[in-house]
């Protein structure tokens, strides 16, 4: 089962933020999530790129114990990115609501 990431206290509080309906005009409650997208984008990808370094990190690891044993380890590790990455419980959703 995929869990989903917790938040960071900045997301949270940069969410908790949020300005109400009825304290702006729609024009600004338009851009608020468009400004939320670019803010919290680049955060999320370096979180992925370090998850990805790590998984494959580990199976660098196995490389001391055989090299075959290796290149099943790296092979593994990309299955398992691959799943999380195309066929996540997410990804299914993201589908199903965009269309």
Do not use: C
Not at 44 to 67: I, Q, S
Not at 68 to 88: C, D, K, N, P
Request: cysteine-free; overall charge positive; charged content about 20%.
């Amino acid at each position: 089962m995929n869990r989903p990431l917790r938040p960071r206290p900045a997301d949270r509080a940069w969410i908790g933020t949020a300005p109400l309906k009825e304290n702006v005009g729609d024009t600004d409650m338009a851009e608020y999530p468009k400004m939320t997208a670019l803010i919290f984008s680049p955060g999320v990808d370096n979180f992925n790129r370090g998850l990805r370094a790590y998984y494959f990190g580990l199976a660098a690891l196995v490389w001391f114990v055989h090299p075959w044993l290796f290149m099943a380890a790296a092979v593994w590790v990309i299955g398992v990115l691959y799943r999380r990455q195309f066929h996540s419980i997410t990804q299914r959703t993201l589908k199903r609501e965009m269309g």
